[in-house]
Nanobody, 122 residues
Framework: QVQLVDSGGGLVQAGGSLRLSCAAS????????IGWFRQAPGKEREFVAA???????DYATSVKGRFTISRDNFQNAAYLQMNSLKPEDTAVYYC????????????????WGQGTQVTVSS
């Protein structure tokens, strides 16, 4: 099992940057695939980015070129660097982990952080 704690959200102006962190407990973090998802009010949770156990990455079209996902297996952590933020990026951001699945469907991830609010003002 792994437990996840999200942090790093906040209020930022459009064009600004934030770095989200996902701290994981457990000794086998390196074997987990990590996904970042977001959910805006009244909308479904949507895929943002994923990094697999072998560090291969995947991004939603809407964030490609602006967001960067990374991981540090020694620190048991994953990160989402968000640059050139837009008001439409406003949402609660969640990290997720799974040992087998590494795709874009939220329902396939077994473990979730509590979420961190990102608000981008225009």
């Amino acid at each position: 099992q792994v437990q996840l704690v999200d942090s790093g959200g906040g209020l930022v102006q459009a064009g600004g940057s934030l770095r989200l962190s996902c701290a994981a407990s457990g000794r086998t973090f390196s074997g987990y695939n990590i996904g970042w998802f977001r959910q805006a009010p009244g909308k479904e949770r949507e895929f943002v980015a994923a990094i697999r156990w072998n560090s291969n990455t995947d991004y939603a079209t809407s964030v490609k070129g602006r967001f960067t996902i990374s991981r540090d297996n020694f620190q048991n952590a994953a990160y989402l660097q968000m640059n050139s933020l837009k008001p439409e990026d406003t949402a609660v951001y969640y990290c997720a982990a799974d040992q087998r699945y590494s795709g874009r469907l939220a329902g396939h991830y077994d473990y979730w952080g509590q979420g961190t609010q990102v608000t981008v003002s225009s």
